[in-house]
């Protein structure tokens, strides 16, 4: 931490708040904060804020700010550091980091908790589950609240629950012009909008209120039915037929989740992941059963579990390990086509892996315009990770199930082009938003990343 600041990476000197929040390249903790999970960086500065207070003057810090040159400074911003473009970290810039804010109170009776940017999902999930409560989160438990909650967030609880922003009941919002605001459905609506999916466009989120669900365990403790089943698949188009309408026709209570690999010998390792929402054992036993029936299965267990359990957070340092590309499309179902597709990009030697998770029941009971999230008559995340091989390789490998999509998860994709952009925010969608963004944030100050603004 620094305390003389004046000139120091060539930048303005910072006001007395942030004196002791801000790390520089020549600063011993400098290595442990540059980077995000999925990119290496090289920031100017990084603004380490501890309250919602100190987020404000980092704004008004960030929105001033000039380089050597008299050039403005990028900024990005950071609550868990696992935002899949890599574009919480940057090369010159000012990062305005939140994972000190990283609170998580809960109000049992009021049925609400509240959570800070900076926290991850699987603390959340340990606070809630001695309540036999959960939140539809992502399933990895370092992603942070900030990035999750602004984005979407597709998770276990997805059919029951539907996303993570449709849990959302307020937010509290710094924007542009460093002002501290609380926004709900009473008080700025349309700002409570925008944050509900429309990521950064409005400025950044300090903390959010949500409404947990009660899930009625007989354990009390938020257990769930977790399922892992390993199938060898030769025809994927007939598999993904038959899981999607397994899932498409299973109750909600029901998620699944597919993780697939091709071999290179003609045949595809399909592992699902499949949730029941609850311990109820006698309801979920047959439509778990009939999962073991969509394919060749070479492995499968079944066990309840405390929630928590499939939230993992290893807790891992962020230095731009996980450098690898991802790419998504909103599908309207899983069918064979999607499978055909999905075979024919796992065939593509850019392909690492891929993914497909069912949407729809909760999801799709949200009206289309409630959020900025407009994909709400999709039953399907289709996503593939790449090893980085450059645009025109990605979109190679990625083009067989592109030209399936309806729409695009931003938070789930490395493509911040304007055109992944007009995919995740189509139509009224987009136009309310960038114009919402262009009147709180005129000088496009959170343009990074993924953004309708950005040139
Ligand atoms: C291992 C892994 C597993 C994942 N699993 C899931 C999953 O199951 N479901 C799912 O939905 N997503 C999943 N994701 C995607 C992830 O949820 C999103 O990328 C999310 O944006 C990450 O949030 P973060 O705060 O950790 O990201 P960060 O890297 O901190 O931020 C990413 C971007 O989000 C924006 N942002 C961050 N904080 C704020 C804020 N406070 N206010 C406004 N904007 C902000 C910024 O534009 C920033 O560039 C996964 C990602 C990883 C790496």
New binding site residues.
């Given amino acids: 931490m620094s305390a003389t600041l004046k000139g120091r990476a060539g930048l303005p000197p910072l006001p007395a708040e942030l004196a002791n929040r801000a790390v520089f390249p020549d600063d011993r903790g400098y290595a442990m904060v540059r980077s995000?999970?999925?990119a290496a960086g090289s920031p100017a500065v990084v603004i380490m804020a501890t309250t919602a207070d100190e987020v404000a003057a980092a704004v008004r810090y960030a929105a001033d700010a000039q380089g050597p040159d008299g050039e403005r400074l990028p900024v990005?911003?950071?609550?868990?550091?696992?935002?899949?473009?890599?574009?919480?970290?940057n090369h010159g810039g000012i990062i305005i980091?939140?994972?000190r804010l990283d609170a998580v109170d809960l109000d049992p009776d009021a049925h609400r908790v509240r959570a800070q940017?900076?926290a991850?999902w699987g603390k959340v999930s340990t606070v809630l589950a001695p309540h036999d409560l959960t939140i539809t989160?992502?399933?990895?438990g370092?992603?942070?609240?900030?990035?999750?909650?602004?984005?979407?967030?597709?998770?276990?609880f997805a059919r029951s629950q539907g996303?993570?922003i449709d849990r959302v009941r307020a937010a509290q919002?710094v924007t542009a012009d460093g002002r501290v605001r609380w926004v709900d459905a009473e008080h700025e609506p349309d700002l409570f909008w925008a944050?509900r999916g429309g990521?950064?466009h409005v400025?950044?989120?300090?903390e959010v209120e949500l409404e947990p669900t009660r899930m009625n365990t007989r354990s009390g403790d938020a257990s769930i039915i977790y399922q892992e089943v390993g199938y060898a698949v030769t025809d994927l188009g007939a598999f993904t037929q038959a899981w999607g309408e397994w899932i498409d026709g299973a109750p909600r209570a029901a998620e699944g989740?597919l993780m697939l690999n091709a071999t290179g010998s003609g045949r595809t390792i399909v592992r699902a992941r499949n949730v029941w929402a609850g311990d109820d054992t006698a309801a979920a036993t047959p439509v778990l059963e009939a999962a073991l029936g969509l394919g060749q299965v070479f492995e499968q267990q079944a066990f309840i579990t405390p929630y928590p359990q499939i939230v993992p957070s290893p807790g891992q340092p962020h230095l731009g390990q996980?450098a690898i590309r991802m790419r998504d499309v909103l599908v309207d179902r899983a069918d064979a086509e999607v499978g055909r597709a999905m075979a024919q990009a796992l065939a593509d030697r850019t392909t690492l892996l891929g993914e497909i998770?069912a949407l729809g029941g909760a999801v799709s009971d949200v009206d289309p315009s409630a959020t900025a999230w407009a994909g709400r008559h999709q039953r399907a995340l289709v996503g593939t990770w790449l090893r980085p091989a450059g645009t025109v390789a990605e979109d190679a490998s990625f083009a067989p199930l592109q030209q399936l999509g309806t729409g695009t998860?931003a938070?789930?994709s490395s493509d911040v082009r304007p055109a992944s952009a007009e995919l995740a925010w189509p139509g009224d969608t987009g136009t309310r938003l960038r114009a919402l963004s262009e009147q709180v944030d005129p000088e496009g100050l959170?343009t990074?990343?993924?953004?309708l603004r950005r040139r």
Avoid: K, P
């Fill in positions: 995000s999970y999925m990005a911003v950071r609550s868990g550091g696992h935002g899949i473009a890599g574009t919480s970290t980091d939140l994972s940017a900076g991850g989160s992502g399933n990895f370092d992603t942070g609240v900030g990035g999750l909650a602004t984005a979407g967030g597709v998770g276990y996303l993570t919002l944050v990521g950064t400025g950044i989120v300090t989740f996980q998770r998860y938070a789930y959170f990074q990343g993924h953004s």
